[in-house]
């Protein structure tokens, strides 16, 4: 895991391995968290929707995707790594990328119980500004809409 870490867009034959860094990275950080969709659906999102009509990042180290994020104008919409590679400031990288490319600011989602996810994204300048009850998510679980502004 010393092998340099690019981040470059995504293409087609790179959705089995953005959609193997999501699940990974989804059972690891939010355990108690239900998935809405089983494997193989979330697995065909990501190769028919999320890859080719997105903007997706990943980052790969030795031709294997150890990261991925989704930017939707100014909604950084996903930012999954692979549990292995947390903590090696990939994050950090994905975050500076969405920043440039939304300058002028950054909302985000994330679940009320992902404490991590708080303190990276506060890390970050990030402001919780919204909280839910969960009923405007598949999953059904409470969460908080944070923003960021220059």
Sequence with gaps: M???VVLRRAAGPDAAGVADVWLRSYDAALPTV????????????????VVPARETWLAESGGRVVGMMVLAGDLLSQLYLAPEWRGRGIGDRFVALAKERSPRGLTLWTFQVNEPAHRFYERHGFVAVEYTD???NEEREPDVRYVWRP
């Design 34 to 49: 239900v998935r809405a969709r089983p494997d193989d659906e979330v697995r065909a999102y990501i190769r028919d929707v």
């Design 2 to 4: 010393n092998a340099e």
């Design 134 to 136: 969960g009923s405007g």
